[in-house]
């Protein structure tokens, strides 16, 4: 491929330039696509920040408003409304 900043002919598989050592696209394509490495990686960085927040921020919601235990209190049985079915 050619080198976009000195018009240096590498191989193709080269990821500098020979000449002028400047960092080559091996996509081939002399675009904006030269950051899609590190784009990805941020990206990615920041989903798991985002995942890590999320989380983090359930369980202190959840730890914060469940004072008393699950299933402590007895009051599974919630059917002590009766239906109004016979008027
Ligand atoms: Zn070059």
């Known amino acids: 491929m050619k080198c976009d900043a ?7 598989n ?7 050592g400047s960092p ?8 904006s696509t030269q950051q899609s490495g590190p784009a990805m990686k ?3 960085l920041i989903a798991v920040i985002l ?3 999320a989380a983090v921020g359930f369980y202190l ?10 299933n402590g209190g007895g009051d ?5 409304e009766a239906p ?3 008027e």
């Open 6 to 12: 000195c018009g240096q002919d590498n191989v193709d």
């Open 14 to 20: 080269a990821r500098r330039c020979v000449r002028c």
């Open 24 to 31: 080559l696209n091996p996509r081939g394509t002399s675009g």
């Open 42 to 44: 941020k990206i990615a």
């Open 51 to 53: 995942m890590i927040i």
């Open 61 to 70: 919601i959840n730890s914060g408003q469940q004072g008393e235990p699950l």
């Open 76 to 80: 599974v049985t919630m059917e002590s």
């Open 84 to 86: 109004a079915s016979t």
